[in-house]
């Protein structure tokens, strides 16, 4: 158990729709990043944030949006919806903002848009 | 921006054998290169990392080396065991600047 928490655990719904993915980072990091996993394009990045501010943008699309808030946990959401969308998203977080530092995995969200 | 590009995208060995998968990089800049381990249905681990000040670095049967000058990186397993059967990712990053993965090699070790 790496310590990150992300619910659910799987999710689907249909296109056009709009869902919230959640993660609570490891006690004490800082730091939470979102990835996008697909079959063929390997773990890309989506978003960081340090200490509720966002620190860096990957290829997010304008329909996909993220907060961390005060208690240091991550929603990433997902509107408008479309087949393509369907993919493994993986929250990590690390202690800091700096990402030459180990990245603690959570178990992911397998959001199916049918 | 950084791009990572790592070969083969699947490799299959006996037990026993070594595997090696090689990574390269385009930003001459970045200074940390992390490999982490997935297997199936499970979480992304760090298995090794190496800094741009170290050329190999050894944890057991893995070993990371780094070739600067070339802007490779490769990840080696000594002695594979079935349980080394998984998607390996190497990814590469600079300051803290994004960490850029390469779309990983699917690694089957057969008894």
């Known amino acids: 158990d790496s310590g990150v928490t992300q619910t659910p655990k799987h999710l689907i719904t249909a296109t056009g729709q709009r869902v919230t993915l959640r993660c609570s980072p490891r006690?004490?990091?800082?730091?939470v990043y979102w990835y996008q996993q697909s079959l063929d394009q390997g773990l890309q990045f989506l978003i960081q944030?340090?200490?509720?501010?966002?620190?860096a943008k990957g290829n997010i699309l304008e329909r996909f949006s993220a907060q961390q808030f005060p208690d240091l946990h991550s929603e990433l959401n997902l509107s408008s919806l479309e087949l393509g969308d369907s993919a493994l998203y993986f929250c990590?977080?690390?202690?800091?903002?700096?990402?030459?530092?180990?990245?603690?995995f959570g178990s992911g969200t397998q959001l199916s848009v049918l | 921006g950084e791009n990572v590009e790592q070969h083969p995208s699947t490799l299959s060995v006996q037990e026993g054998d070594s595997a090696v998968i090689k990574c390269t990089y385009s930003?001459?800049?970045?200074?940390?290169f992390p490999w982490y381990k997935q297997e199936l249905g499970k979480r992304p681990q760090l298995i090794i990392d190496?800094?741009?000040?170290?050329g190999e670095k050894k944890d057991q049967r893995i070993a990371v080396t780094l070739n600067k000058t070339a802007k490779h990186f490769s990840l080696h397993i000594t002695e594979t065991q079935p349980e080394d059967s998984a998607v390996y990712f190497c990814a590469a990053s600079k300051g803290s600047e994004k960490l850029v993965f390469g779309k990983g090699t699917k690694l089957t070790v057969n008894p």
């Open positions: 190496i800094r741009s000040n170290v």
């Open positions: 944030y340090y200490n509720g501010e966002e620190r």
């Open positions: 006690s004490g990091d800082l730091s």
């Open positions: 930003d001459s800049a970045s200074n940390y």
């Open positions: 990590a977080s690390s202690r800091n903002f700096a990402t030459n530092e180990k990245l603690f």
